[in-house]
């Protein structure tokens, strides 16, 4: 069975510092993706990333950035120069590919970072 | 605009009572599902729907029922049966392949008075 462990439940900065969520997932499966998602106070999750287990470049958009490396099982995001806008739950998830999995992306979640930058 | 709409945004229920909450999406996607989401936990699959008239049971299905008449359209009903109803619902849909990412809805705050 897959697994999703978001060993962080709660992070407090102060604004322009650097932080990383960490997200450490189990799968036997040899082709899956990860996927990280915002939830801001209104409640709807907003689609960060998504990886692919094949492609373990790390990837940089703007102030956020992605380290995946496959042989620690870890799919970490950093955001770097923190502001309060940033501050919201963040979850990983994880999909197996569709040969294993018939349904599509059934996403398998951590428990969720909540991140608290302060101004 | 492309989206999914939930509603209602929050909902009061009775003990005992069954209750629908709607999802709406005009992404064309195949695939829709419907998360639980508990104060400070992550999201758990109630119930999924890949094709119209189709749909399986997720991890948490016990006291939930829900249809798919409509590609559009994915309703979630919670029965009396829902031991601990009181929880943040929220809708998602997908084009249906594992290597693609899931939107969701804003979400229904179901409260049981």
Same mark, same amino acid.
């Given at each position: ?38 939830? @801001? @106070? ?38 770097? %120069? ?5 501050? %919201? ?29 302060? @101004? | ?7 209602? #945004?929050?909902?009061?229920? #009775?003990?005992?009572? /069954? ?33 119209? /008239? ?29 031991? /601990? ?13 594992? /290597? ?14």
């Amino acid at each position: 069975a897959q697994k999703v462990t978001q060993a962080q439940t709660e992070i407090s900065v102060v604004e322009k510092e650097d932080v990383t969520l960490d997200c450490v997932y189990e799968t036997r499966d040899t082709t899956y993706y990860l996927f990280w998602y915002k939830q @801001p @106070p209104s409640g709807e999750l907003v689609f960060l990333i998504r990886r692919n287990s094949f492609d373990e470049q790390n990837e940089i958009s703007g102030r956020y950035s992605w380290n995946f490396q496959k042989s620690t099982s870890s799919f970490n995001f950093t955001i770097t %120069a923190s502001q309060v806008v940033d501050s %919201a739950v963040y979850f990983c998830a994880l999909s197996e590919s569709f040969m294993n999995n018939n349904a599509g992306n059934m996403l398998t979640f951590g428990g969720g970072t909540r991140l608290m930058v302060k @101004p | 605009d492309g989206g999914i709409t939930q509603s209602p #945004k929050y909902l009061f229920r #009775k003990e005992g009572q /069954n209750v629908t909450l709607s999802c709406e999406q005009n992404l064309n996607h195949d695939a829709m599902y419907w998360y639980r989401q508990d104060p400070g936990q992550g999201l758990r699959l109630i119930y999924y729907s890949q094709i119209v /008239n189709d749909f399986q049971k997720g991890d948490i299905a016990e006291g939930y029922s829900v249809s798919r008449e409509k590609k559009e359209s994915f309703p979630l009903t919670v029965t009396s049966a829902q031991k /601990n109803p009181t929880a943040f619902y929220l809708c998602a849909s997908s084009h249906g392949t594992a /290597n693609t990412e899931a939107f969701f809805g804003q979400g229904t705050r179901l409260t049981v008075v």
